[in-house]
């Protein structure tokens, strides 16, 4: 039980960290902000509730439970959301995968106010009535496999729509999530109950967060030289500067890779500077990202 113990609290400061660093390093007052923001709250939250499990505590706060249960319910329409944001697509909310999900959480909530109005329904008995298999037992996975599926074709749909490489890391993305859904859903045919959700799910979160890691280094547009924006205002060799100024690299890195001199380097940046009204690169980078 300690090694179980362990792996879930690990899990839980990783994807706090993970979390952490996307949100610091993405900040955007902008809806696709928000919606990812609480993408990536929800893992955290599902191992919260493990822990609590763990140490026999889930009983003393099952309103929690009920939360959890409607948070892991949202994770597909989310990702379907995310991905009509980021291509500049309508979401239909009406639509029928969405209203079956409104019964589906009209249900969870029923389960909560029986529980709170019910004094002869306790938590033994609310905690029993999710495992049981009834009808609604199969829209977690379907529902959810649903929206990715949606997701995937719209952004099938859209390439022309979208920058190359963010659309190459947003499918990159679905497929791991639709690929996981598939995976802990086999998982119970295998395992027994408390196995994948304590053992499993942990594992499969960790390698999740890792791959979406690798995938955003591999397709993000910063880092992806051969689908740059570029601005207007500058030359296209300006631009080039810019972009390896962006990731970090150093005069002599830039001049070594642009096969120019240290000094040329420096001037295109005092021009970069004048154009963008910026002080140093780091202003510089920031409006670049800003602007794309």
Not at 19 to 43: C, D, E, H, Q
Not at 64 to 74: A, E
Not at 138 to 162: D, I, K, M, R
Request: some cysteine; aromatic content about 12%.
């Amino acid at each position: 039980m300690s090694g179980i113990l362990a792996l879930n609290v690990a899990t839980i400061l990783y994807l706090c960290v993970v979390t952490a660093a996307v949100v610091i390093s993405n900040r955007r007052n902008t809806a696709s902000f928000y919606v990812l923001f609480f993408l990536l709250l929800i893992p955290i939250f599902a191992q919260v509730r493990q822990l609590l499990v763990l140490n026999d505590l889930l009983q003393k706060v099952p309103l929690y439970l009920l939360m959890v249960y409607i948070l892991l319910r949202l994770i597909g329409p989310l990702i379907n959301l995310l991905v009509h944001l980021q291509v500049k697509k309508k979401y239909n909310f009406l639509s029928w995968i969405n209203i079956t999900n409104y019964f589906v959480f009209g249900y969870i909530i029923y389960m909560g106010f029986r529980f709170m109005i019910s004094e002869s329904y306790n938590t033994n008995q609310m905690l029993l009535t999710f495992k049981e298999d009834h009808v609604l037992a199969w829209t977690y996975p379907v529902l959810q496999l649903l929206h990715v599926g949606e997701a995937l074709f719209v952004l099938h749909n859209s390439n022309g729509n979208s920058n190359k490489a963010l659309h190459q890391f947003m499918k990159a993305s679905v497929l791991v999530v639709a690929t996981v859904l598939v995976v802990l859903q086999l998982s119970y045919f295998v395992f027994d109950r408390f196995t994948v959700e304590h053992v499993v799910a942990p594992i499969v979160f960790l390698n999740v967060y890792s791959a979406i890691i690798f995938i955003s280094f591999k397709y993000s547009t910063v880092f992806n030289s051969a689908d740059k924006i570029n601005l207007p205002e500058l030359t296209e060799r300006e631009n080039n500067v810019l972009h390896k100024l962006v990731i970090g690299k150093t005069d002599k890195e830039i001049a070594d890779e642009l096969h120019l001199s240290v000094n040329t380097v420096a001037t295109y940046c005092r021009r970069i500077y004048q154009k963008l009204e910026v002080k140093n690169r780091t202003e510089a980078a920031r409006k670049f990202l800003q602007k794309n």
